[in-house]
């Protein structure tokens, strides 16, 4: 997979957030400072972001710990993929779910150079991992114990309080408003190996997320489409890097490119699972 840390910048704009809308300083692909956002905002430090160096090699993929709950395509937008997309929504109406029976959770994007929280927002808001959010750790003598909070302990937790009973675009608002959101994605995009674009840069890499829901579907999330994407069905014991779930969701993105024949194929996957220290 093609190393994409370094975001680069094209011009012209993102025709699905107006240019006088808010603009954060582009997130660097990279786990560390993933795990680091999401940290600060309240996901439990006992799972995290990592690398995934290969979906074909056996022995590359068992670095990754299992199961994955989350599963991030990094890809600069390339004709084909703005083409399929066009064609996959046309017609569509807008996403217009909300509400506890919502079976994933769904964010539209309205700020520039977002597509990077976005998708990290939408790892931790669905699956199994939401177990994960707002959690305190007793450690006794022989084992550590978690515990879910009694009452919302974070702003990550407030946030998903709040935005569950909204529609699409309410729910939007409540991201685009949020100090405590903008506070710790701002922390986040200073840090990093490389140095961060400015807000006002438009960067070609977007983000995409692979989810599973409760019901075993497959998920595409992306706040730059029209709603959640239901892509298949998955068996109880299988993860997002499962090869079903690699089929209906990373491979097909990969064969539609290469089809296309746009040359070096440029992506990169990072998974949500247990943290390694």
């Not at 692909?29 to 979906?55: A, C, K, R, T, W």
């Not at 597509?115 to 939408?122: E, Q, Y």
């Not at 949020?178 to 961060?196: C, I, M, V």
Request: proline share 6%; aromatic share 6%; with cysteine.
């Amino acid at each position: 997979m093609a190393d994409l840390g370094t975001v680069s910048t094209v011009p012209g704009d993102n025709p699905d957030v107006p240019a006088n809308k808010k603009r954060f300083v582009p997130l660097e692909n990279n786990p560390e400072v993933m795990s680091s956002l999401m940290h600060q905002l309240g996901l439990s430090p006992s799972v995290g972001f990592h690398d995934v160096y290969s979906i074909d090699d056996p022995d590359l993929l068992a670095f990754v710990p299992r199961p994955v709950y989350a599963l991030l395509l990094v890809f600069p937008v390339s004709e084909t993929y703005e083409k399929f997309r066009a064609q996959e929504d046309q017609g569509k109406p807008p996403y217009d779910g909300s509400g506890p029976d919502e079976e994933v959770m769904w964010f539209k994007q309205t700020i520039g150079n977002a597509c990077g929280l976005i998708g990290l927002l939408h790892g931790a808001s669905n699956g199994l991992v939401t177990k994960f959010i707002g959690m305190i750790f007793l450690v006794g003598s022989s084992e550590m114990v978690a515990e879910t909070l009694a009452e919302p302990g974070s702003d990550l937790d407030r946030l998903l309080e709040q935005a569950v009973p909204l529609k699409p675009m309410a729910r939007a608002d409540l991201l685009y408003e949020s100090r405590a959101l903008e506070s710790a994605h701002q922390a986040a995009a200073a840090k990093g190996d490389t140095a961060a674009p400015a807000a006002d840069d438009n960067v070609d890499l977007h983000y995409v997320c692979f989810v599973k829901s409760s019901d075993n579907n497959l998920w595409e999330l992306d706040g730059q489409r029209k709603g959640p994407l239901k892509r298949g069905k998955l068996d109880a014991e299988e993860d997002v890097l499962s090869g079903r779930a690699l089929e209906l969701g990373v491979r097909s993105f990969l064969k539609r490119e290469e089809a296309a024949g746009g040359g070096e194929l440029r992506f990169s996957l990072v998974a949500l699972g247990q943290s390694l220290d």
